[in-house]
């Protein structure tokens, strides 16, 4: 009879054991895996209201930190944080999302355990009134760049046409046969214009 | 006393002086002008060094990137503006007195303008692409600014020059005779378009010999402005100046009438001129220099008092360096020898003598020339992040062309009188036979005014 | 890489094709062999030379032709100076990937001081301005903006007056002041976006690797640099990324009091400093 009792205490460890080995994680000190549930909202104003939920076995998890990533394409599939957000008594950790490109986009939200880093399902929304974060500054002078090439332009076309004007005007009218008619007022001039230095020594 | 074409005798005698250039220039004119062209020659054959080599031949570096290529632009084309001083203005102001004088003042505008405008293709990178400024320019630009204006303001000096020449060119088409040759009189007759000093044909030059004088005086103050602005359209410190474009218009002024007190020395010697052109003229001149020079030493105050005495630290470097620093030795010994002396020696009675007057003429010139490098360099070779100075070097490619730039002015001015008077005739004649009013001289004209 | 294939042209010669010598196919004189041989030589010979110039499937190609670009970003970058310790790496990435001579560094550390006296090491890059001087002031358009915001030099164009290099705030520019002795070992067509060779007489600066970054890849300086201390980023996207880590652009700037040099100038620069002096050395 002993030995049938101390089979059975040896067959049943050894099941036990069997069984402990046979299901995942030991049954008492781990934790089942957490599970983030994401979703979102879209507000009037144009920003996204993400909410995510953490549980882990069903129950919900609070005072926990959670991880919101967009995913970009850039130099390669990246992750860029949008923020982060501390689990409340229900669970779900809010965070308001201003994008700031427009188009398809896909977030997570990522909760860094002590034992992992568990991303929820990627969530896909659209954006097309995006804000950006960093806007281009308006142009300097407007006004003054508008104007400046034909007021420009204007003055120096001007300025050539007086030139050939006055150039013209003078070449023309000297060379016109009948200004050039008209009786001479100045006095003739004497002789013909000489080299000799007798002239010019006199002068010395 | 004014001298006029009755105080010396007949008008034979002035066409004789006048056209003693063209006919008769002397033993010393082949010399010289086998000189200065060989040192045009050297000169040209170092440009063409640099083009094979690239610009560090002539001393530039990244941290000396502006140098003395670009002193020398400003400077050549500035004092190309004393022919439009003694020219425009000085006829606008109805001074006779310069009648003697505009045939050499223009004449020196216009050479000095194109050498100086050459220094614009000397100091490019890749001066063979310069076409693109015509096919594809950037209206923004100061250089493209600079290209316009100059070009137009060459038209204008062309037309100044040509158009008071018409009379004198008819008097060489009717008097030089059979002693010229068939291509100089078919010359003299086609660019005097048939001047027969009729008052209708009088009428219409003087129309547009006025309208062109109004004219170039806002072209000439655009030009340097420009030139100026392209130094001070970037944020550098010693460049980025409101002043800048009148400072540079000054400057241009003084060093311009300083030159025509120099070049009308010069050929009034070499051509036995002194009849003509005596210390009345040079005293005018003089004085005209040193307002503008006292003008110019308010603007340099003005300048220096504003950036250092706020001395931000970019601009209180550069004030530093030039008051104090390395650059202290050239800034004032510009100022002293180069404003201060030239205008003791034009104000003060004792140096009234022409010998006096030509020097201060050439301390202004070369002291102007000084100026325009230590506007350039020092900004140049400032830093603009951390405190590394670049350093200045000067090698003989620069110096060379610089040389045979100053070089080619007297040459083209022998050559362009040559074929042109040297004296105004027409407008002398014309104002000999009206009443002018007389110009302060203290001495007469004869033997104690002539050199 | 592919060393033997032309261009994704149509006159596309895979070595294969080329009869070869055992071909029972192929019935060929002694002279036919010959002249296949010389061709599979020439091919062989030809083949590294004009792959380098075309080839278009190699991403490591700086000229990268025949391939798509990306969409335009509007790109910045971020230099955190808590983190540069001034070993100029990337000064010599860019050099050596841009065959350039060695004076012009268009990424350069300077080792400054600041009033309390300490040292801090500050590479300066070329900023790209959105309002750029150097853009305005050049008389022939060498100097451009392209497709992506960045101001780039078409050194066919530059006659060489060196406004721009006055109006730089930055110093970023650089001259040819003789014929560059460095070169690329094949024969390249120098684009704007790719200036090599560099040209005498020209002027030459940093052009945020855009022959790399509108295909997808890093600049050389970035991945050249051990400490992470480079960051490219896109204004719009609101990213960057130094090639390990990536931030939102927007509140990494703002978080680290990112300032960017001479912003009272107005240029608009784009590349952010994050200051500091070295005391995040340990990354």
Known sequence: MRRNVLAACVLSISALALASLATPGPVAAVDPPPRLQFETEHRDDGTWMLRATLTRGGAVQSQETIEF?????????????VGTAVTDAAGIASRLYSPTSNGVQQLIARFAASDGTFDSDPFEITVSRAVPAIPQEPQVL???????????????????????????????????????KATAIAPTREGPVESSPKQTSSME | MVATAAEFGEGAALRAAAF??????????????????????????????????????????????YGIYEANLVAFIGVSYGGA????????????????ITRMAEAMALVSLVVGGSFAIIHLGRPERIWQLVTRPQAASPIVWDVIAIST?????????????????????????????????????????????????????????????????????????????????????????????????????????????????AFRKAYRLEPYIGL?????????????????LYFTFSEMLTTGYVRTREEASIVAVLLEGSFAPAFWGFMIAGILIPIALSLV???????????????????????????????????????VWGSVQFTWVAIVITLGATAAIPLGLMIIFRFVPILALDEMMEADSRELPQPVAEQPLGAEGVL | ?????????????????????????????????????????????????????????????????????????????????????????????????????????????????????????????????????????????????????????????????????????????????????????????????????????????????????????????????????????????????????????????????????KEELNTKPRVWYIPGHGEDLEW
């Open chain 2, 153 to 265: 303001y060459l038209a204008a000096t062309l037309i100044f020059l040509y158009l008071p020449l018409i009379p004198d060119l008819a008097i060489a088409r009717d008097r030089l005779g059979p002693s010229a040759g068939r291509l100089r009189r078919a010359f003299y007759r086609v660019t005097a378009v048939g001047w027969t000093a009729t008052p209708a044909q009088r009428q219409r030059l003087n129309w547009s010999v006025g309208a062109i004088a109004i004219l170039i005086i806002p072209l000439a103050i655009t030009v340097h402005s420009v030139l100026a602005w392209a130094f001070s359209m970037t944020s550098r410190p010693g460049w980025h100046s409101t002043i800048f474009g009148p400072y540079f218009v000054i400057g241009a002024l003084y060093s311009g009438v300083a030159l025509v007190i120099v070049v009308v020395a």
């Open chain 2, 349 to 387: 009675p004792a140096t009234r003598q022409v010998r006096y007057l030509v020097l201060a003429g050439v301390l202004a010139v070369v002291g102007m020339w000084l100026k325009r490098l230590l506007i350039t360099l020092p900004t140049a070779t400032a830093p603009l992040i951390g405190d």
């Open chain 2, 280 to 296: 009345p003229h040079f005293v005018s001149l003089a004085r005209i220099m040193a307002v503008l020079g006292g003008v110019y």
């Open chain 3, 1 to 261: 890489m592919r060393y033997f294939t032309l261009t994704a042209q149509s006159d596309r010669v895979d070595l294969a094709e080329l009869p070869q010598v055992g071909d029972s196919a192929v019935r060929m004189s002694r002279r036919q062999a010959l002249l296949a041989l010389a061709a599979a030589g020439g091919a062989l010979a030809a083949g590294p030379l004009l792959g380098a110039l075309v080839q278009g499937s190699d991403p490591a190609d700086p000229t990268h032709q025949g391939m798509e670009p990306l969409p335009p970003r509007r790109w910045a970058m971020v230099i955190d100076l808590r983190r540069c310790d001034g070993c100029k790496k990337c000064t010599e990435a860019c050099q050596a990937k841009h065959y350039l001579p060695p004076q012009q560094e268009w990424i350069k550390v300077y080792t400054l001081r600041d009033r309390t006296g300490a040292e801090f090491n500050m590479p300066r890059l070329c900023m790209h301005c959105e309002d750029a001087p150097c853009v305005r002031v050049c008389p022939v358009t060498a100097t451009f903006v392209d497709r992506d915001g960045l101001v780039l030099v078409d050194q066919d164009k530059c006659i060489g007056c060196r406004l721009c290099m006055a109006a730089c705030p930055y110093e970023a520019r650089y001259f040819n002041w003789t014929e560059p002795k460095t070169r690329p070992p094949l024969p390249t067509k120098a684009t704007p976006e790719f200036p090599s060779p560099q040209q005498r007489g020209t002027v030459g600066k940093c052009v945020l690797c855009v022959h790399n970054i509108k295909f997808g890849q890093l600049p050389y300086c970035l991945e050249a640099c051990t400490m992470g201390a480079i960051y490219i980023g896109d204004l719009d996207a609101d990213v960057a990324t130094n090639g390990t880590e990536t931030v939102r652009l927007s509140s990494f700037l703002s978080e680290n009091n990112a300032i960017r040099l």
């Open chain 1, 69 to 81: 990533l967009q995913r970009v394409d850039f130099f390669g599939e990246r992750w860029v944080p």
């Open chain 2, 20 to 65: 003693r250039p063209v006919q008769t220039p002397g033993r010393w004119f082949w010399p010289v002008f086998a000189a200065l062209g060989a040192l045009v020659a050297v000169a040209a054959a170092a440009y063409g060094y640099q083009l094979l080599a690239g610009l560090w031949v002539a001393g530039y570096g990244d941290a000396a990137f």
């Open chain 2, 85 to 100: 001083l003694v020219s425009a203005v000085l006829r606008l102001t109805n001074a006779r007195w310069r009648a003697p």
């Open chain 1, 142 to 180: 407007p006004v003054v760049r508008a104007w400046a090439f034909p007021v420009g332009a204007a003055i120096l076309v001007l300025v050539w046409l007086a030139l050939a004007v006055i150039f013209l005007r003078a070449v023309i009218g000297v060379a016109r046969p009948e200004s050039a």
